[in-house]
């Protein structure tokens, strides 16, 4: 495989990586879910998915209230 092919596969799993990433994060938004991630100082912290979605992509989302 090329240099030029293997830029173009590393392009292409990015993206897919990127899109992911969207698709659960406005997932657990709407289902007002939270997530684990790091703080600046590289301390594991649980936020609200919804902040993290609104502040990466400036969308706003409904909640999907869901009863067991």
Not at 34 to 45: A, C, F, L, M, S
């Amino acid at each position: 495989m090329s240099e030029k092919e293997m830029l173009k596969q590393t392009n292409k799993l990015l993206e897919g990586l990127k899109m992911a990433d969207y698709q659960l994060l406005k997932q657990k938004s709407m289902l007002n879910q939270n997530i684990i991630t790091e703080d600046d100082n590289g301390n594991i912290v649980e936020v609200p998915a919804r902040t993290v979605f609104q502040e990466l992509y400036q969308e706003k989302l409904s909640v999907c209230l869901i009863e067991d």
